[in-house]
C-alpha cells in the first residue's frame, strides 16, 4: 500500500485496481477486499498514510483519497530497502510438508512429488506467458518479480525431478519403522517418558 502511494495519492478502489492491472496480485494477496481495508486503517492509524481529499461522484460511493506522510515515506523506504537486501526465512508451507515427508511411504511421496512437479511445470509454463504477454514496450524492471518467481519455479522442477528420479530408483529411502524408533529415542532424550513411542503402528 505504502508503495502504490508512493506513485501518488489513491484510493483504495484505485489500489485494488491498480494491483491487479500491474499483475502484482500474483505477489500481493488481495483476494479478501476487507484485508485491503484493514491494512490501510492501520497505516491510518499509524500515522503512515493520511486522508487527501473525499472524492463525491453519482455514479460511485463516496471514496477518500489517501497520501503518504512524511513519516509514511521514510517507513517505505525503510521497509523496501531492508526486504529487498536482507534474506529472511519466511516459513513457507513446502518445507515443512518436506520436514515430515518421513512419514510416507517412499512410493507414496513419489507419486505426490510427481503430482507436484507436473503442477510446477504447468505453473512454468504460466509465468512465461506472463513475461511478455501484454508488457510489449514496458521496461524489464516492471516485470521482475516475475522473471524472480519463474527462477525459483524452474530451480524446484529441476530439484523435483531429481528426487523423484532418486525415490523411483530406491537410492532414496527409509522404514518407517526406523523413523519411529529414531523419534521415540529422541523423545526420551528430551526429558519424556521412557518406552514413549515405542511398539510404532504405521498410520493408514
Do not use: C
Amino acid at each position: 500500500m505504502l508503495s502504490l502511494l508512493g506513485a501518488g495519492p489513491l484510493h483504495p478502489y484505485g489500489m485494488r485496481r491498480l494491483i491487479k492491472t500491474w499483475g502484482k496480485d500474483e505477489v500481493v494477496n488481495i483476494g479478501e477486499r476487507a484485508n485491503l481495508y484493514k491494512t490501510i486503517r492501520r497505516l491510518h492509524e499509524a500515522g503512515l498514510i493520511a486522508v487527501r481529499a473525499t472524492e463525491r461522484d453519482q455514479q460511485y460511493p463516496e471514496r477518500t483519497v489517501y497520501e503518504l506522510t512524511e513519516e509514511g515515506r521514510r517507513t517505505w523506504m525503510a521497509w523496501l530497502t531492508d526486504m529487498l537486501a536482507s534474506p529472511r526465512n519466511e516459513y513457507p508451507a513446502f518445507p515443512a510438508a518436506l520436514s515430515f515427508a518421513m512419514m510416507l511411504d517412499p512410493d507414496e511421496f513419489a507419486g505426490l512429488l510427481a503430482r507436484r512437479l507436473e503442477a510446477t511445470r504447468a505453473r512454468l509454463a504460466q509465468l512465461d506467458s506472463d513475461l511478455w504477454d501484454g508488457h510489449e514496450g514496458l521496461p524489464r524492471i516492471t516485470r521482475i518479480e516475475t522473471e524472480y518467481q519463474r527462477a525459483m519455479a524452474d530451480a524446484e522442477a529441476r530439484w523435483l525431478s531429481s528426487l523423484t528420479d532418486d525415490l523411483r530408483s530406491g537410492s532414496l529411502s527409509w522404514g518407517y519403522d526406523q523413523i519411529a524408533t529414531q523419534a521415540a529415542e529422541d523423545y526420551s532424550h528430551a526429558g519424556g517418558q521412557a518406552g514413549a513411542g515405542s511398539n510404532p503402528v504405521r498410520p493408514t
